[in-house]
């Protein structure tokens, strides 16, 4: 498996894939950037992970072209460690970036297969981080590595039916080329715990946001709605923890001064996966703030089914693919309206009873078909098709690692 974007295992969903095709009997290794203080190699829950140097990135075209160059240059090269010390069949490629395809297309020469694991839109998510700077030649660029990814893996794995169009209409791919593998919790790791009572204000209620805080997603909209729920509504006995890290967060502090909200926000920082559930066992409404745009209506996040694993009610912007997902576990503002998201924030905060409602809602939702344990079968569905041999594994079990 290839991953540029963030450190092993930081994002839940390759972790889930990784560990999935382990438990039925296939071998796998990852080539991802290293996070701090993380080996250079290790075995971690059946997967072996293997990092390179995160490279620096200056942000802008030219750091992205950077980044995105040393990444693919050192994934070219651990893969031939990978190759000579095991031999492998597949690779497995998640995006962004959308240029891992070129390692792929090497390795397809020699009849190795190729799966693509679609989890972003690039241009779509280009356009929406560079709205007034951007530039077109850009966005074609992205377009035409995105097609040729397509139209080269042997199979296209998906999050949603909106990717799948995507795929279909843009990109040309069959639909028997398609699986849909949904962004789903594991209720074993996403269960309420006990929560320590010092955390508790029962004279305030809690707001939470946990995730990526990228420039896409939203934060910033989240903190305006609270200004204006704090000072033109009059909520004040409330408090809004944001559970996470990203590029954007350094602007995102700076906000919520300028705003004079920071006695209503508290920023967490990164947190490990098994400690969202602490933060989210104390919360009392949850908060989804993406802006509507051609990137976020056709995404789904992983936060929203999180927050619905431990039956917590959701405000979101209404946006088609939050709908599919949260259902009636979610009530929905006016999109990009700050002041129809805060009013439905108050309209949760004060109906008890209906977020209680919303609550089992979600859980039940989640249990029917959106948890990790049914997109896990989706996902080995998929490999079943991609060999004749359901039970091949991903390299040669011939040679063992030292």
Same mark, same amino acid.
């Given at each position: 498996m290839l991953?540029?974007?963030?450190?092993?295992?930081?994002d839940?969903?390759?972790?889930q894939e990784?560990?999935a095709l382990?438990?039925?009997?296939?071998r796998?290794?990852?080539?991802?950037?290293?996070?701090k203080?993380q080996?250079w190699?290790?075995?971690?829950n059946?997967?072996h992970?293997?990092?390179?140097p995160?490279?620096?990135?200056?942000?802008?075209?030219?750091?992205?072209?950077?980044?995105?160059?040393?990444?693919?240059?050192a994934?070219f090269?651990?893969?031939?460690?990978?190759?000579v010390r095991?031999g492998?069949?597949?690779?497995?490629?998640h995006?962004p970036p959308?240029?891992l395809v070129s390692?792929a297309?090497?390795?397809?020469?020699?009849g190795?297969?190729?799966?693509f694991?679609h989890h972003d839109?690039?241009?779509?998510l280009y356009?929406?981080?560079?709205a007034?700077?951007?530039?077109?030649?850009?966005?074609?660029?992205?377009v035409?590595?995105e097609k040729?990814?397509?139209?080269?893996?042997?199979h296209?794995?998906t999050?949603?039916?909106?990717?799948?169009k +995507?795929?279909m209409?843009?990109?040309?791919?069959p639909?028997n =080329?398609i699986t849909i /593998?949904?962004?789903?919790?594991? @209720?074993? &790791?996403?269960?309420l715990?006990?929560?320590?009572p010092?955390?508790?204000?029962?004279?305030?209620?809690?707001l939470?946001?946990?995730?990526?805080?990228g420039?896409?997603?939203?934060?910033?909209?989240?903190?305006?709605a609270?200004?204006h729920?704090?000072?033109?509504?009059g909520?004040k006995? +409330?408090?809004?923890?944001?559970v996470?890290d990203?590029?954007a =967060?350094?602007g995102? /502090?700076a906000?919520?001064?300028? @705003?004079? &909200?920071?006695?209503?926000v508290?920023?967490t920082?990164?947190v490990?996966?098994?400690?969202?559930?602490?933060?989210l066992?104390?919360?009392?409404?949850?908060?989804?703030?993406?802006?509507?745009?051609?990137?976020?209506?056709?995404?789904t996040?992983?936060k929203?089914?999180?927050?619905?694993?431990l039956?917590?009610?959701?405000v979101?912007?209404?946006?088609?693919?939050?709908?599919v997902?949260?259902?009636?576990?979610?009530i929905?503002?006016?999109?990009?309206?700050?002041?129809s998201l805060?009013?439905?924030i108050e309209?949760?905060i004060?109906?008890?009873?209906r977020?209680?409602?919303?609550?089992k809602?979600a859980?039940?939702?989640?249990?029917?078909?959106?948890?990790?344990e049914?997109?896990k079968?989706?996902?080995?569905s998929?490999?079943?098709?991609?060999?004749?041999?359901?039970r091949?594994r991903l390299?040669?079990?011939?040679?063992?690692?030292r």
């Amino acid at each position: 498996m290839l991953l540029e974007n963030c450190p092993y295992p930081q994002d839940v969903r390759v972790p889930q894939e990784a560990e999935a095709l382990v438990e039925s009997q296939y071998r796998v290794a990852v080539i991802c950037p290293r996070g701090k203080q993380q080996p250079w190699y290790e075995l971690l829950n059946g997967v072996h992970v293997y990092r390179f140097p995160t490279p620096a990135s200056g942000g802008g075209l030219f750091g992205y072209l950077w980044e995105y160059g040393f990444s693919t240059v050192a994934m070219f090269v651990l893969s031939f460690v990978v190759l000579v010390r095991h031999g492998f069949d597949v690779i497995h490629a998640h995006n962004p970036p959308d240029v891992l395809v070129s390692v792929a297309a090497f390795y397809k020469i020699f009849g190795k297969r190729f799966v693509f694991d679609h989890h972003d839109l690039s241009p779509e998510l280009y356009n929406a981080r560079f709205a007034t700077t951007g530039r077109s030649s850009v966005y074609r660029t992205l377009v035409w590595f995105e097609k040729l990814t397509c139209r080269l893996a042997d199979h296209v794995i998906t999050t949603n039916a909106s990717y799948k169009k +995507v795929e279909m209409e843009r990109c040309s791919v069959p639909e028997n =080329r398609i699986t849909i /593998v949904r962004n789903g919790p594991d @209720l074993n &790791v996403m269960r309420l715990v006990e929560v320590d009572p010092s955390r508790l204000d029962p004279e305030r209620t809690t707001l939470c946001y946990v995730g990526e805080m990228g420039f896409h997603d939203g934060i910033d909209y989240l903190l305006r709605a609270l200004e204006h729920l704090v000072k033109k509504i009059g909520r004040k006995n +409330v408090i809004c923890v944001l559970v996470g890290d990203g590029g954007a =967060r350094k602007g995102l /502090v700076a906000l919520a001064e300028q @705003l004079h &909200v920071t006695e209503y926000v508290q920023f967490t920082g990164w947190v490990e996966h098994e400690d969202v559930r602490t933060h989210l066992s104390s919360t009392d409404i949850c908060v989804a703030p993406e802006p509507s745009n051609e990137y976020n209506d056709r995404c789904t996040v992983i936060k929203i089914t999180e927050y619905m694993a431990l039956a917590k009610p959701t405000v979101a912007f209404d946006l088609p693919e939050h709908r599919v997902t949260a259902g009636d576990a979610a009530i929905y503002a006016t999109p990009n309206d700050i002041v129809s998201l805060a009013e439905k924030i108050e309209e949760l905060i004060n109906d008890i009873d209906r977020r209680e409602a919303m609550g089992k809602v979600a859980t039940q939702r989640i249990r029917d078909g959106l948890s990790w344990e049914h997109q896990k079968r989706h996902l080995l569905s998929a490999y079943e098709t991609l060999t004749s041999n359901p039970r091949r594994r991903l390299w040669s079990p011939t040679k063992t690692l030292r």
